[in-house]
């Protein structure tokens, strides 16, 4: 696509302004201006005269105005001049081919990446060999962290012991990359899409094409890339992600995550501060005079936290280009996406976009019960290091790498001195297509069970138990499955219809966010994933939630998939915060967490179109907020995140609702809860139940289940 940056005139403005001395420059959506006085007021003009927008240079004469629409054309009004006119740049600008194809990156090292309207990225390169050995299949690692930090270490010696060059991307506004900061707006989208093509045609690259890797935030950004097509992109493999960064994560049900959600933010905008990360203060003490310059716009980066505070319900301009849920079905490339149910911090909402992967023919998925490294672990390593191999080298898949890098792994980051991956290559003996073809002819959505409790292994290790292949998500064969709540606190299989609230039939409780502890873990965040944590997971104080529990199951019951909490509602202040938590009562007297979920009762307007029996989908519009009605139960229908658990026979399954907290190891919420009377007149759990399914007979291990902690049932 050519570029779409018209050759600049003189601008037409209501005043009789000299030249500017200050620079304009146009990027997508956005104008950046540098070379002002400091302080000067500046405004932004379109051609019929009309004031777009206004703004202030800061102390380095800069100004990044954002949120333009793109094809307009704009100048710039300074106090003592005006600029030449602009175009600002769409969504759908490139450059030509030859603009990428002109670019090189050292074979070793730190270099820049020029991007459609100038900004320089920085990227690190790590080759597995020497250069004049390639050309070899390439990744690139594309996130605010330190990707580009030549002296990394962890994602570049394990893709290079794969066979892999790696190359690491710092996102505009962070390290040595030069721009302002913004999460995730759609112009470092824009930089991926230019990052991908320069680093694709440097010659060391197998077929002048690459794949992309990441767990957490530059597994998200694969997403925000990916939906941009670049032509040189071979696949993509998005690790603990989350399906909407406002919904699934920030506001959970509409509650503000003030601990690893909030926390986070404010790390990355320290991150984004000018030399904020120590690697780049380093470069410029060394003479890096780019990554010194491009540190000229960090004054222009917006508070994150303020806006997070000044925006609580859900608008399409501040949130919708935050959601991948709403963009995935853009992504073309074969994907490759992993991620833990009970994940600390992004949350593990993820799934429930799934089925939304419409743009391409292959999706695959791994799913596990545990923390945010399990998609990481040595039980999703293989299938990673398969898909890799066949999509990005185009070879025949081989584990003979992976046998000792998993190892490393589970010493590194699990503390696990035991592990193992398959001993045997599956696809040995067979060409590149013929293994592709086998791959691709297996069901694509796998579910690994009881991770942390396989046989032969520690306790915690993080390895799964047993695993179960489906064809699609959701799971075709699950039923609807609904148990009634009743108000001695019951859940009954097959109960009543809950379709109206009981009569005279209630569970009350006081919501009081400090009947338990905030969160169940002390400790670091590398800490969390280690076989030797400790959790200490308590029950509320008596009265401070009620509490629903079903018979002994007659029978083994998988449950796989999202699920509603349907409850006919009452507070004596007209809303309340809920979490409702799921757990398994065990005949052995312990009680094992497996799910939970959370919705402010005045959030409780649904999507008519999206919401189903297994999953409510709230639309947190403003508008359609309100307070329960006063003298008469409400119903409420709360979504509960998406898991994967086997009920055995025999164990009870416990339902319990109360103010949020208690239920997570890092997630802590700013709750209106503050002492409210809640009601709860019945209702219903409906759950996703898969027949057929064969379960090891022997419980886990209490406590062995990653993510899923274990406590003795008070009864």
């Keep these: 696509m050519p570029p779409t940056t018209a050759p600049t005139t003189a601008a037409t403005t209501t005043t009789s302004l000299p030249a500017a001395t200050f620079e304009v420059r146009s990027g997508v959506e956005q104008v950046t201006v540098t070379g002002a006085e400091p302080g000067e007021r500046l405004r932004l003009v379109g051609r019929d005269g009309t004031a777009l927008a206004r703004g202030e240079a800061d102390a380095q004469g800069a100004l990044v105005v954002r949120r333009l629409p793109g094809g307009e054309v704009i100048a710039v009004e300074g106090e003592r001049g005006v600029s030449d006119e602009v175009i600002v740049m769409p969504r759908n600008a490139a450059m030509p081919a030859s603009f990428y194809a002109e670019q090189r ?68 506004g962070t390290g040595c990359s030069g721009g302002s900061f913004r999460y995730f707006e759609y112009a470092q989208s824009a930089d991926g899409y230019d990052a991908i093509e320069v680093i694709a045609a440097q010659p060391w690259v197998l077929s002048n094409r690459v794949g992309m890797v990441g767990v957490s935030y530059p597994g998200i950004s694969q997403l925000f890339v990916a939906q941009t097509q670049p032509p040189s992109l071979a696949a993509i493999t998005p690790f603990s992600v989350v399906a909407d960064s406002t919904l699934s994560t920030l506001y959970p049900g509409g509650i503000l995550n003030t601990g690893f959600a909030v926390e986070w933010t404010a790390q990355r905008m320290a991150d984004a501060e000018p030399l904020g990360q120590g690697w780049a203060a380093d470069r410029v003490a060394a003479g890096d005079e780019v990554c010194e310059a491009n540190q000229e716009l960090r004054g222009q980066n917006p508070d994150l936290l303020a806006e997070i505070s000044a925006s609580p319900f859900w608008t399409d301009e501040q949130a919708a280009d935050l959601a991948p849920r709403l963009f995935v079905d853009r ?84 503390g696990a001195s035991q592990v193992a991956i398959p001993a045997e290559d599956r696809f040995a003996g067979m060409s590149h297509a013929e293994a592709l073809a086998a791959f691709e002819a297996e069901p694509p959505i796998e579910v690994l069970f009881e991770q942390g409790a396989a046989d032969g292994f520690a306790p915690r290790t993080p390895m799964a138990r047993w695993v179960e292949r489906f064809d699609a998500w959701p799971i075709p064969e699950a039923a609807v499955t609904r148990w009634s709540l009743d108000g001695d606190g019951r859940l009954i299989d097959g109960g009543p219809d809950s379709d109206e609230p009981l009569s005279g039939e209630t569970a009350t409780y006081v919501a009081d966010p400090d009947a338990a502890p905030a969160t169940f873990y002390e400790g670091s965040s590398n800490g969390v994933w280690s076989v ?114 086997a009920f055995r026979a025999g164990s009870q399954i416990r339902l319990t609702v109360d103010a949020p907290g208690g239920n997570r190891p890092v997630w802590q919420f700013d709750t209106i809860a503050a002492g409210e009377e809640v009601t709860i007149h019945g209702g219903s759990l409906v759950l996703a139940v898969v027949p057929g399914l064969d379960v090891p007979a022997a419980y886990p291990e209490c406590g062995a289940l990653r993510g899923q902690p274990c406590r003795p049932y008070a009864g």
Excluded: C, K
């Design 105 to 172: 990156l050292p074979t070793e090292g730190l270099g820049y990446i020029e991007t459609r309207d100038g900004t320089l990225l920085s990227a690190s390169v790590w080759l597995p060999g020497p250069a004049d050995a390639g050309p070899y299949p390439t990744v690139v690692e594309y996130s605010g962290y330190t990707p580009s930090d030549p002296e990394s270490e962890g994602f570049p010696d394990i893709l290079n012991g794969l066979g892999y060059a790696y190359v690491g991307v710092n996102i505009r």
């Design 331 to 414: 992504i073309t490339v074969p994907t490759f996406v992993a991620g833990a149910w009970q994940d600390e911090q992004t949350g593990g909402h993820f799934a429930t976009m799934l089925d939304r992967f419409t743009g391409t023919d292959h999706l695959y998925a791994t799913l596990v019960n545990g923390l945010h490294t399990e998609s990481i672990s040595p039980s999703v390593l293989p299938r990673w290091v398969e898909f890799l191999d066949l999509y990005v080298a185009e070879r025949t898949p081989s584990l003979t790498a992976a046998r000792v890098i998993a190892p490393q792994l589970g010493t590194a980051i699990f």
């Design 532 to 645: 030797d944590v400790a959790f200490d997971w308590r029950e509320g104080a008596p009265g401070s939630f009620a509490a629903f529990e079903s018979e002994p199951l007659a029978a083994d019951t998988v449950v796989i998939g999202s699920g509603s909490v349907d409850l006919w509602l009452e507070s004596s202040t007209g809303d309340t915060d809920l979490e409702v938590t799921l757990t398994e009562v065990r005949p052995d007297g312990q009680e094992m967490y497996v799910q939970s979920g959370w919705l402010r009762a005045s959030r409780r307007s649904l999507h008519p179109s999206e919401s189903t029996e297994l999953r409510p989908v709230h639309t947190h519009l403003e508008a359609e907020a309100g307070p329960l009605p006063d003298g008469s139960p409400a119903l409420v229908r709360v979504e509960l995140f998406p898991f994967a658990h």
